[in-house]
């Protein structure tokens, strides 16, 4: 579903892949119009569980007739969605925190951009590890972009795979 899609060749780890995708992106010229307090704020309301992105994608996997588990604390990562019985998972990235590349979501802020860059390249690094992690104990996994679940036909077919197994 892109993102950390790429595997890395043999001179070249995933964490210099990483580092170079968040080095790597545009920065916008734009000047934040509120205060800093007022930035806390936002940021600080900010949820992990029970996104509306999240939630669209519970929705169409339910109508597809797949039935899941959520936020699985002794699975790495912490999953979004688990499907047991197909040992499958599904994580519904946000696109600004998981820096989506190509998606203007992800771009990294002007102010602070040092700090930033380390919260982020930490997230992904996170997120390689858990990844491969899950992988190595034979489960699939799939990540969601936020930007991919405004359509309902995309989120299909993400869960796709999921949906041929069970026919």
Known sequence: MGGLDRRPNSSEGLSQII???????????????????????????IRSTNTSPEIRVRRVAHALGLRFRLHRRDLPGKPDLVFPGHRSVVFVHGCYWHQHPGCKRGQLPKSAQDFWRDKFTTNLLRDARNEATLRESGWNVIVIWECETKNDETISQALLPLVRSVA
Do not use: A, K
């Open 19 to 45: 580092v170079n995708t968040v080095n790597s992106f545009h920065i916008p010229s734009m000047v934040d119009m509120v205060t800093t307090e007022r930035r806390s704020e936002i940021m600080g309301r």
